[in-house]
């Protein structure tokens, strides 16, 4: 019979993996929004005019672009940056009790302290799509959503017990999702 602390690691490294891939996903989508409005809004500049429109289609496309573009290098940066973020909120909602919010401050703080670094040391933030207040504002959320995703995944499994209350699980039902009394 498998350990269960080897369950209890295993649900963490896979919540740990569904946040960082959702942080990554939504970062991208984030971060090509505002690098297209930042075009649009260049492009009817140089005409002299209104911005430009991009097509839903040519906006899809482009994030898709963007995507399999970025995925890599703003994949390992930004889950070595939640990694690290997630070891201090692990420790911090073990004594404070608000699990949820302490694991979305700290992906929100994880993004921005990310960025943060990388502009004084590099000089740029590396990710365009951040370099305004609003698309640093928009990666911070994203950080917060991984953070929440992560937190709730992770979170102690409950099962009710009628009425208004519920028991904690065992370890082979947290691991299976409830299945198991």
Same mark, same amino acid.
């Given at each position: 019979? %498998?350990?269960?602390?080897?369950?209890?690691?295993?649900?963490?490294?896979?919540?740990?993996?569904?946040?960082?891939?959702?942080?990554?996903?939504?970062? !991208?989508?984030?971060?090509?929004?505002?690098?297209?409005? +930042?075009?649009?809004?260049?492009?009817?500049?140089?005409?002299? +005019?209104? *911005?430009?429109?991009?097509p839903? %289609?040519?906006?899809?496309?482009?994030?898709?672009?963007?995507?399999?573009?970025?995925?890599? *290098?703003?994949?390992?940066?930004?889950?070595?940056?939640?990694?690290?973020?997630?070891?201090i909120?692990?420790?911090?909602?073990?004594?404070?009790?608000?699990?949820?919010?302490?694991?979305?401050v700290?992906?929100?703080?994880?993004?921005?302290?990310?960025?943060?670094?990388?502009?004084?040391?590099? /000089? %740029?933030?590396?990710?365009?799509?951040a370099?305004?207040?609003?698309?640093?504002?928009?990666q911070?959320?994203?950080?917060?959503?991984?953070?929440?995703?992560?937190? /709730?995944?992770?979170? *102690?499994?409950?099962? !009710? !017990?009628?009425? /208004?209350g519920?028991?904690r699980?065992?370890?082979?039902?947290? +691991?299976?999702? /409830?299945?198991? *009394?």
């Open positions: 019979m %498998t350990q269960p602390w080897k369950l209890w690691m295993l649900r963490r490294i896979l919540a740990f993996v569904v946040a960082a891939a959702a942080m990554v996903l939504l970062g !991208s989508i984030a971060h090509s929004y505002f690098v297209q409005q +930042a075009w649009s809004v260049a492009a009817g500049h140089a005409y002299g +005019a209104a *911005p430009a429109a991009i839903f %289609t040519d906006r899809i496309s482009w994030a898709a672009h963007d995507l399999a573009g970025i995925f890599l *290098p703003y994949g390992a940066v930004t889950s070595i940056a939640l990694f690290v973020a997630f070891l909120a692990g420790a911090l909602a073990r004594f404070s009790g608000f699990r949820v919010i302490v694991f979305g700290a992906g929100a703080l994880a993004l921005f302290v990310l960025f943060a670094i990388m502009r004084r040391v590099l /000089g %740029t933030v590396g990710i365009f799509g370099r305004g207040p609003a698309g640093l504002a928009a911070m959320v994203v950080g917060a959503v991984a953070g929440v995703l992560f937190a /709730g995944l992770t979170g *102690p499994r409950r099962l !009710s !017990s009628g009425v /208004g519920g028991r699980a065992s370890a082979a039902s947290d +691991a299976l999702g /409830g299945i198991v *009394p």
